[in-house]
Each structure stands twice: as structure tokens, then as C-alpha cells.
């Protein structure tokens, strides 16, 4: 593998593995075993499952001798490899009392120490054998890093006292004015697609491909929370006219009038955070929206959402780039933007469900449950969020989450029709 | 409107309406009043909406002096235009008992008489104005006539002892070779899709713009029964590799494990028809699957469900056309194909989500809710089926339904990268 | 039997079975093929069981050289009896638009005509040996004619334009003022119950027994609408005190707020009866409440539920009876009662939990089936209804019902302990 | 109050809360924060209110100048009580992580201190008026000890792996030979029921009175794992004329076939316990069975349950004594029984609905809604069992719940007329 010898992958390896632990330090073991809602997991299923995927796919095939640590856990931290067997069912994760936190912790730590050797005995032939092995365990550790995070804000915002579940950074942002809103014009025509080259992108990335865009404008940054609220006080969510069928349905029948951890008090409109509830910042990014909220509201600004190949492609044509990533120590919620560019603060929703690029195929094996099983009923978000990990993301990153989902912190950004 | 002379107008609005009622002649006052499931309306409700249609969009805004003929039937007979008020909640359509099939039946003498009265009076302009209009009027009723068999056919299944809702045809088909399989080749390259020039079509089949299809080729004909019936007994509803996430989990919690209607006895498979339950016909194409079934039967036989532009591009290039359609006293039920062609005997689920093609926008005013809405967990379907009325779908027409529905005429046709 | 001839129980037969015929009569098969709820079932549905009942137990086992009608209506109208085998699902009884009601009724002239030959070549054997049967057959068959009516109710109360089901007869009771409550007062001590004789009861109803009643005291007239609505008017549905737990989270969760079939309009409160909806008149027993509504009115009127035992008692020593029972050409609603007495208008909620008198054996064989297997998570109901069929009822009489149950005719009548 | 001079009251009050700090003692916080079913609370739930009754009913009211500890557990800690204000709702109280456990057992000390503190300051006057509170409060406790247990069962076995809550005592009992069953009889006759006397019961045990018993038997001993899996395998759950209607709905819709922690393994049945899985012992009473499969059992086996009064009058004429009740060190489970009696071991479904006593009026205030709003949909139980602390039940005590619960230690003792 050209782009990591072998220190530099251990390296990687290391601070990667350090993040989810310096994210777990300030919470009880009781904070990190509760599931409160079926899609959100225990920030302990989590530790466990992100140890057991490198126990699956690295050690036990590849580490010679490897003993497994206990032989039950493949039961309880298999997420859902149907090829790797039986496992708790994803409603009943918080049942997990036992193995109790020591005891995950120390699977974390087995689990450490025999990939540390595993890099111990292995030479360049393995390392690039595996090399792509890795490079997928370490994205899909970032990857549960963000769900840790967002699973416990929604395990927070249940509580009835709505605790911190982080202490406010010294470098809490002040509200400020947002850069005023620009279009950003682009000419039509075949353009490519998709990741290529030799860095590390998901199976869904590709194949790299050609497309037709129409010519079209994006916004030159996200929603802000002061701008959806001009879209509630306006009375977005009582104007059928604006939403999607489902939608529609789902803002009847949940009683949806606002974006999640959104709270209407007589001193004005609060926003629950991992740092504590708080007065809602007009200025930042409007967060934990959900796809017919975003829909809804591009609707009723005239707009629309992006093609997901129209934000790729603004994407690899934007200079800007001050994205800010998540920070164990830092502010964790989306923050007033400054020059901003394409990236962070908040998932963007896309119009494109998420489904195959033209000729893609699964990789063999487990590992190809990875992406491919949930091509139905999704859509693509792109950019990353403040919770998400650095050197995460990239222009031909695909994340998805179905219509309804609120809990990640999912906004959006404007496009229209030039 | 260059194709529609009045008379040729009037001739197709009296041809349409008169097939529904021969579809309702041989069925009783019950028959037509129950619903089945939430999906499924009344027959009667049928009746009464497609009345409703032109009244609403013809009638009230276009013809002067027309006095409506009862002013509770709005609320009745709106099925989803949030634009034109308030409706029967949809899974209570079968409570209308009152008004009975006689009133229904007068309402429909009703419109009728007052569009021909309004035939009478229009001159060319106005025939110019509104030719839009009537020409979705048609399209329209046609697509719930489809919608009235395959209810009725839903009803009739879950009656104890499985009536025949329609005698058998004297022409029955008998089972029969089908043709072989065989694969049709493509080429790669920028080519036009969507709906273009002065025949009618819907909003949601254009505007015409172009796309990058990369080689591909499809199956000359649709899945049969007897290839479905392999897949089956090869264990493919217990082999979680072959399915999507949604669909696996579908398939263990409904325990699903034949298309709807197939019935296993001691003496064989069996399915259920509009004509009755009659034992299997192998050569037939397969039918009553939902998108995760014909996705799981792709991936088993080694290949995948084509694109939608795909379908498309093929459709425009295929020379064979026998498609068979809805005929009210023939057989209504896919039969085996002879030469066949892309069209006809069951609707062929497409791989692409429906969405909204590049610069699309929905109508203004309530007509505007026809297509756009729905854009959103749905999947398209190409083709027609032997349901569908004659001269209704063409190679840009974009049916769509939600993944787990079986109770329309569906089945699949192979594709695969070249 | 002593108690009846051949001639008098062909009498009684054939004045049973005609009541049925005449509250079908003004109803088009729509109306009586429609189920609205699961509890309630369809007019066809009462018209076939009826008869299949007959033929269940009389025609059978005992008619030498019965030919069963149709093999297929043992399936369809068995309601739940195990022993005579499997069954059209209670929740399906709608779905039976096969065999239409014509072809039900031809099956009641069928059963009928065989009934009338049994009757003619029955001797005075027979007729004691099955006296019994035809016995219950005829209060079964009374049951179910008052169940046609409540479950039309519902059903009519479901449409959209709550049409009436009967035409007002021209004797509808104007308001009037009620008689005064007064409280009739009852001595403690040890008391004779059940039924007792040679007359037709239920098994349920027996065996006769002693129990002990302490002194009480009941209300002389059941509650009116008038005085149930200050109950609401005074927050009686807000205040969980005056409220069983069960009954506290029903009126939270489905937001009940009045009795079923009350609506408040801008002109005052408003009710749905069989003969349309009309001002509710406050001098009229209130029906249509569950248990819980009873109960809590009862709480809030510093009063209770009587014990079935006391009613029974109470029932055994009153003189007045001007009952008023169903009458298919009359008011099929509760009016105002004159002197009034224990019986008739509205069904009576007791406290009583249903369950087996002392020495209770359910008979043996699928009649058995009829009440015992129902003995719990129910209420007995005293008195009778104005939908009742004459001569049904009886002191010791225990009709059941859950208590949520509000589409049965029930009221109450306070006590209290003396 | 005649029993209880302060220090008898003082030295009860901190054995009881002593007791469940016992319980706790071995278990981790995880395991005390988890709910694994609505029915079923947590253990750091169960910790937390039982200090919030003594606060709310007796330190808040009547201990001057007392500090609440803080305001926030009063609404995650009332249980049901409506007078008292909001609270938790009781599917959520698994998501109380915050606060921890360290907290709840420092408000735990807190009441503890405050309550020796208003020990220390009561006269005579004062322990005579509160003696009933602080007797309520040590039986509320003593109830919660054993939901504390049955509750943790019931998530211990949802576990993947099914731990042991306790370690196995040393004298777990070994199988052996049950007494055979004889039958007691009673004469039938006017006879005295209910609490009488100055000693503490609950208010729905009295008032005393009487009431007729007719002639009857019951079981010397409860009926035995072994008789029930004589039940199981003579198809006991295939016969639908043994079961309540209710209960073989149940049957068929839960697929129930065996007691709740049942297994049949390849080596036999085996039952979950606190102290992990074990061979089914067929010499121990049979326990979590729920009122229908009581039910069923007795019809199987010819007899009955009991009437709640049966039961009373024959424990108060029954001499044999040697019940068995809760060691937080001893075995956690029913055992076969020696001489045995009437109590201990396992409650006794009886067949009678809870309600109210003849006379029963609820306390004032929001004590009173302790025990009368739950008197609909529930049986008595009689007896006590192995997780019921010592001296809590008497003959005249009321234990009550729903028919399908089967968490709780439930059996049976057969009843029959003679």
C-alpha cells in the first residue's frame, strides 16, 4: 500500500482506537449502558462491537493463534453480519448488563494488545495484504464514534432533567451574524463521479463513473436555525402543500412542529445539546432535522434539495475549507459558520436515494454487508458533521439515514435550478 | 391539441368510462363496498372517485352553471389532494355503506351527461385550453381501473373459498414453453430519456434531458414461474445473502415465502386468479412479488434488476411488440409470452428509487399533488401488465410503488454489466 | 317441559325468528355486509349464525336425514366454539361479501322450513328432551337480535354523514322531566340468588344460592343524560381521583371525554341514535358509557356500583314494571321513564366481576362453550336495554361485558351502603 | 398503638430497609438500572422509591422543618400516585442513568438519617398517630423487596448467557419426594372474613364481615412441577376446551407452551432461577404461571382454583406452619415442601376478581389510592412465597394481578365442590 508503511497505520490505529475512550471518560457505566430508543445503541455496545469487528475481520483470520477473548461476545457485538452468525437483537442491546463496562473494557484492551502484536510480526506482503482491512476497521470506528455521540444525546434528552453529558468547552461559540447567503452557479455537462485512486473510500464510493448534470446553484452554506424558524413562524408545518406525502403523515401523527431537542419556553425557543440545553443559536447551522423537514422547508424557500452528484461536484470545485470536526475536548454541536465551505457543522440531506453506482458489486464475503444490503429506502447526506471524525470524510463520501430519522445531526443546504 | 379533435376526444372519454362499468357488471352490491386492507379501496370507491375526478377538475372550474351533484360526495370521493379539503380517512373507505352502489351509479350518469353537455358546447379553443386536462382524466380512470381488479383480486383472495371474481375466459391460455432466455446487449453513452413532444404523458416523465448509461444488457423476456419455483426450492427466502436488509427482515417477520396467491397443496402449487385458484402455470411469467422478491431472485440468478433508463433505452430500441392488455372478457392474468417484447403481462420492478427527474416541477394548483408527492420510498416499475388498459403506458411511463408491495401485477426482468 | 307445547314453542320459534326479518328489512346489503370494528360484526353475519346455530344443535344432532346446506357455512358462521371446529376470524367477518345476503337468507328459509318439519314430527318426547335446546336457541337468538342493532349503530355512527338507520317512529318521546331520585333502602342478611325453577336461564345464571348482603340502599331511577352532564361539565373526566387506574389511562390515551355518540356542537351537545342524530335530551337514561365512565360518575355523585347480588335482590322485591323493550316499529332508544322500575332503557353496570356461582359446571359438549369460558376480565349488566327483545330478561339474569366496552346500551343506577 | 412502642417500630423499620441493601449488595449498577419490561422496574428505581414513600408520607408531612433532598425525585420516583403530582412514566424509569446509583443510595441515607432523627423526637402521642403510616411504609417496603427480586429475574433471563443474580447458597435444596396430595374438607356455612383486630393490614382487607362458603375441599399442598409437566405432556396447550377464552387466545398468539423460564433442552426441561439455570426439579411447587395456565390445569385435572374466601377460612383453620420466606442468603427459589401449610413458597391464584369488601371505602388523601383504583381486571392471590419477606401476609391478605402476568412466583393449590 503506497500511502501507509507500516508505523504510520499503527499510528492511526492508535489514536483512532483513543478517541472513543476519551469520549466514554466523563460517563458512568450506567450512562453508557441504556438504550433508549430502538436505532440508538448503549455507548457500551458500542465499545464492545468496534473491538469485536477487528476481532472478526483482522485477528481471527489473519493473526496467527489468536485466542478469542470470550467466545459469547461475538454473539453480543455482532451488529448485523448475518454471515458471522446469531447475535443480540438490535432492540434488546441495553439488556447487556453483563458483561458489565470492566469487563468490555478489558475485551478493548485484549483486543489492542493482539493487534499491537499483530503489527509486532507483520511484514510489508501483510501489510499490504490487509491494508485495506484496516482502513475499513478504522473508518467504521469513526463511524460508530459519531453514532456514540449522537445515541447519548438522545439518551441525555430523555432524561427528565436533561443533563450535560459533556462539561462546555471554554470555547463555547458566541451567536454572530452568519456570512450572508450566496449562490454558487455551475454549468451542465459529463462530469465524473465516485471515488477513484489508491486511498481508502467505502465499496459504495464506486465504481468511479460519468453523469449528466443540468446546470444548477447551490447555497453557499447550510440552513441556519434563525432561518427555520422564520419557516415556523411562518407556519411550515401546517401547509400540507409543502411536504411529502410521508411526511406530511409523519407531521400529523407524531405531532412533529420543530426540529428535534427543539423546546418552546416563555423565555423563547431552548436547544438541547450535549453540553446541557441552551438558547437556541439563530446564527448556526439548523440541526436534527429529518428529510421531509429539509424537503419541507427547501419547499417553502423556493428551492430544492441538491443531487447528491451536484454537491460531489461542487465539492471538488470549492476552495473553501475551513470544516470543523469532532473534538472530545471541544464544542460538540454546529457552530455559526465563517468563510465555511462544503464540509462539517451538519449532515446535509440530498434528494438521491441511496442506491448503486453503475456497476458496483458487493466485495466477498462478510464484509460485504457493509453497504450494499441497505441500498432501499435511504438517502445520501453528505459534508460530515461537528461530531465527525477528521480525515472522515470526502467528496465522494456517501452517508445515509432513512426519511424519518432525526437523531443524527442532519440539516441541509439549499440548491436550485439555474 | 393537435391530436384531439373534440369528436376523437369524446369518443376515447365515452370508451374509458364505459370499461369499468363492464368490469363492475358481473359483481354484487357487496362485492364493490369492502375493503380488504388499507391499501385496497372499494370498488365502489372506484366509481365514485374517478367521478369525482372530472367533476372536480372539469366540471366545477370549467363548466359553467354545473351544479355538483351532492355536495358530501367531496369528501367521500377526494382520495389525497390536501388542496381540495378535508376526505375519508383511506383505511375507512369500506365504511360507506351509504351512499349505496345506485347512488354512486347516478353520480357517475350524472358527470357523464354533464360532460357531454359540455362536449356539446366546446369550441376549439376551449377543447385547446382544457385537452390537458381531460387527456390526465383519462390516464387517470385508467390507472384505477388497473387498481379496481387488483383490489377486487386482494378481496376475493381473503374470502374463505376463493371465489372467481370473473368466469374463466373461453380462450384460457394453456401452459406452454416459453421462449429462451435470452440476453440483449447495449452500448454505453449519453442518450435521452424522459417524455418528449405533443402525445400526452405524466408530469413525472420529464422534462426530457439526457444521462450516461454504461453497458448492460437485459433479459429478452420476464421471470416465469417455473424460474421462480427454482429459486424457491433452492431455499433463496432462507439465505439472508440474497436479500436487502429491509427485505430479510420482511421475509422472517411475515414469514413470507411464495409471491402472494401461491398456495402449496399435496397435488402442487396453486394460484390465485381473478378467475379462481388453478394449479401453477410454470411457463407464465411470475407475478404478485414485491421489489426485495425480485431482488433476491436477481441476485441469485446471478445478475441484477435493471436501471429504469435502461428499461427505458431498451424500450425505444425493441422492435417486438405483442404486449397484451386489459381486456374486461379475456383472460386477466399474465400468460406465457410468445415473441413478446419489453411490454405487457406484469409490471417489471426497476432498481431506481423514485424521484424526480433533472428540472422536474409539479404542476401549479391541486393536479400539482399528482406525482410529485410520492417521491420518496418508492420504487419505479416499467412495462404494464395484463391489467393495465390498452394504449395507457409507452417507454417513458414511470409507475411506481412502495418495496413491499405484492398485490399489484409485478414481476421482473433480468439485467446485468456487460 | 311443562311449561310448553309443541304449538306454544313453534310459536315462540317462529315470532323469534321473524323480529330478525323485520330490523333487516329497511337495510340494503351494503349496510348489512360492512364491519365497522372488530368487536361488532355485520347484520349478515347475525343472520347467518343465527341459523347456524340452529342447525348446529337442533337440526344435527337430532332432525333424522337433515342435509346441511352448505358444508362451507359451518366455517363462516361459527362464532367461537371450539368443539365445532375452525372458524372465519372474528376481525374477517366483514370480508364475506360470498355468499351474498340473498343466498343468507335463502339459507335462514332453509333452516326454517327444517325447524317447522322437526316441529311436525316431533312428539311429546322430543319435545321434552329438547326442550332445552330450543329453549336456548331462542334467547341466543334474542341476544343476537339486540347485538344486530348495537353493532348497526356503530356502524352508521361511522359514516360520514351519520345517516339514520331507522325511520322515527311517530311516537319519539319528547324531553319530560325524570321522576325524582329517590333512594330505596334494603336490611342485610342472608339472602336466596340465582335462578331457581322449571323456566328457561342461562347455566351461568345458577345454581340458586345463598349469600350474605350488608344493608344498602339504591337509587330508584338509573342516571340521566342531564345529570351525567354536569358530572362533565364539573371536569368529572379530569380528575383522576374519581377514576380506576385502567379507566384513568384509557380516558389519557384515547382522549375520551364523553359518552360514544355524544358531539358538541356550537347549538349544545348533540347524540347518535338509530333514528339519526338529535339534541340530547337530558331527561333520558345515559347510555352508551363503559364501566369506568360508570364508575367514575358514581365516585364523583358520592355514591357507588351496586353488587349484582344487591340489584338481584333489589330486582326480586320491587313492584313497579313498566319496562319498555325493543319494538322494532318504536323508539329504539332509551326515553324518559315514568315510574319506571329495575328493568329496561339501559343495561345497568354492577361492580361485580363476572364468574361462577358456587357449584357452577359448565354443561357438557360445545354448548358448554356459551358463558363459562368467559369468566373473566368482565362486568355483570343488569336489567335490560330498549333494544332488549321482550321477555328476555330476568332477576337473575347476568349479561357481560369488558369494561371498555361503550357500544352496548349501558347506563347505570347508584347505591350506596346504608 | 398497642404493638409498638418506638423502639419495636424503630428496630422494624431498619431491619426491613436493611433488608433490600442486602439484595442490592451483590449486583453492579448496570444491573440496577435497567428495565427490561414495562411491568418490571429497576432495582435502583425500587431503592430510590421506597425512600420516596417515607419521604412523601411521613418526613414531608410530619417531620418539621425537613429538607427535601431534592425536588427532582419526586417526580422520578412517585410510582402512581396522582395526587402527588407528575412522574416518570413507568415504561422509562430504565432511563434514569441519571442520577447514579451512588446518588439514589445517598438520598436512600439521607431518609434514613431523617428518619432516626424524627424517632428520636417522637412522643408517645405522636408514634401513636403515624403508627399506621409508618406500618403502611414497612409493608410498602416489604412488597417492594419482592418485585425487587422478581423484576431482576426476569432481566437476568432476557441476558444472553442467563447468570446466576446470587450465588448458589449452600443448602440449596435437593430434589426430593413431594407429600402426596390430600384433599381438606370444609363444611359450607356463614362465616367470618376479612381483617379484624388492632394489628396492621391493608385497607382492601377489611371491613370484616361475612359471607356464605358452601361445602368445598382444597389441596394439602400446591400442585408440583412434575404435575404440571404431566399437563404439558398429555397436550395440556393444545386443548382449547381447558382454557378461558382469554387465556387460549393467548396461548395461541404468545405461542405459550410452558411455565416463563422454562426450557426444553435435549437433556431435559430446565428452569432459570436467581441463582442461574438448573435442572427442573419436579418435586418443587410449580411457579411463574399465569392465572390462565392455573386455570387450565385445574379444569385438567378435574378440579378448580379456589375462591379467595376458601382460601382464607382454611388457613385460619389450618395448624400446619412451616413456611418458608425470603433469606437474601438463602434459596431464592420455591422447594419442595415438607409438612408444608397454607403459605409460603408460592402465591396462589385464586378464582376470584379483586374488588372491593362490602363497606371498603378508601383512606383520604393520596394514600387512598394505594390499593381500591386498581380494583378491575385482577385475581386474588393468596399465600405469600419464597421471595416474600417474613411476617408480611396473614390469612386475610390480598395480593392481586392481571391474568397474564407471569413474572411474579405464581402457582397453584387445587380446589374442588364437594
Redesign the interface.
Known sequence: MAQSSGETLRARYEAVRARIMALAAPL????L??Q?MEDASPGKWHLGHTSWFWETFLLKPHHPGYQAYDA?FN??FNS?Y??VGAR?ARP?R?????P??EAVLAYRAHVDAAVSAWFDQADERQLEALGRVIATGLAHEEQHQELFLTDLKY?FS????A?AAYPSPHAAPAPASPPALDWMAFEGG?FPFGHDGQDFAFDNEGPA??????PFALASRAVTNGEYLEFIEDGGYRQ??L??????ALVQQAERSAPLYWRKTDAGWREFTLHGERALDPSAPVCHID??EASAYAAWAGARLP?EREWEHAARHDGRDDARWMDPDGWLHPAVQGQAGMFGEVWQWT???Y??Y??YRAPQGAIG?YNG?????QFVLKGGSALTPPEHVRASYRNFFP?AAQWQMTGLRLAR?S
Chains 1, 2, 3, 4 share one sequence.
Open positions: 458512568s457505566a450506567e450512562d449502558c441504556v433508549a459469547r454473539f453480543l448485523y448475518e454471515a443480540q434488546e441495553g439488556l447487556i448488563t453483563r458489565g463496562l439518551l430523555r432524561s427528565a432533567f443533563e459529463v463513473h460519468e453523469a449528466v448534470l443540468t400540507p402543500g411536504w411529502l406525502a410521508d411526511g406530511w428529510y421531509f443531487e434528494r438521491s436515494a442506491g448503486a453503475p456497476g454487508e444490503k441497505f441500498m432501499c429506502g426519511p435550478d
